[in-house]
T-cell receptor
Framework: GESVGLHLPTLSVQEGDNSIINCAYS??????FIWYKQESGKGPQFIID?????DKRQGQRVTVLLNKTVKHLSLQIAATQPGDSAVYFC??????????????FGQGTRLTINP | DAGVTQSPTHLIKTRGQHVTLRCSPI?????VSWYQQVLGQGPQFIFQ???????GRGNFPDRFSARQFPNYSSELNVNALLLGDSALYLC????????????FGSGTRLTVV
């Protein structure tokens, strides 16, 4: 069954505010997570990844936090812009330990930016 | 540089027919994976090929098959199409065979009627 799931199907924020998208996973042995953004009519776009030996990782305007104790990860987007409007997916690479790629995606959260 | 290209972009097939979807990875990328995305859901893993060998297979029936060619392009074949096969089929490529940071194509929208 699905090992990752998002908390909210939709999220609406004001332009300029920070956005936080949450994701939970069920397998305590999970060790590699990835966030993707999908705009309408396009394929998913890689945002950032994090391995289980890290608690936090930062990119350009994005931060991913991993809490292994409660099996939760979050994607924080700073100073949200209209171009951030999209569906956001968390995913786990179930094939990582075997040197393969087998991503299991959550259901996605649709982020809407209000002007 | 060209991204991951998929063809065709859209097609309509009748139940019971066969379909072949094609994917050209980014130049130099040896890993190609296929995903099925039903409307409103996240992508679901179908296959991964790396260096022309199957590295993984998702929970899909044997009607689904794929292969990777010496130039690393790939085909996904689906036989005996069902209405439930209607979806967006995504191809993704990467340099590394286990890194999760794929580059996805825009997909092929398959409608089965």
């Amino acid at each position: 069954g699905e090992s990752v799931g998002l908390h909210l199907p939709t999220l609406s924020v004001q332009e300029g505010d920070n956005s936080i998208i949450n994701c939970a996973y069920s397998n305590s042995a999970s060790d590699y997570f990835i966030w993707y953004k999908q705009e309408s009519g396009k394929g998913p776009q890689f945002i950032i990844d994090i391995r289980s030996n890290m608690d936090k990782r930062q990119g350009q305007r994005v931060t991913v936090l991993l809490n292994k104790t409660v099996k939760h990860l979050s994607l924080q987007i700073a100073a949200t812009q209209p171009g951030d409007s999209a569906v956001y997916f968390c995913a786990e690479n179930m094939g990582y330990r075997e040197g393969a790629q087998k991503l299991v995606f959550g259901q996605g959260t649709r982020l809407t930016i209000n002007p | 540089d060209a991204g991951v290209t998929q063809s065709p972009t859209h097609l309509i097939k009748t139940r019971g027919q066969h379909v072949t979807l094609r994917c050209s990875p980014i130049s130099g990328h040896k890993s190609v994976s296929w995903y099925q995305q039903v409307l409103g859901q996240g992508p679901q893993f179908i296959f991964q090929y790396y260096e022309k060998e199957e590295r993984g297979r998702g929970n899909f029936p044997d009607r689904f098959s794929a292969r990777q060619f010496p130039n690393y392009s790939s085909e996904l074949n689906v036989n005996a199409l069902l209405l439930g096969d209607s979806a967006l089929y995504l191809c993704a490529s990467s340099l590394d065979r286990s890194w999760g940071g794929y580059t996805f194509g825009s997909g092929t929208r398959l409608t089965v009627v």
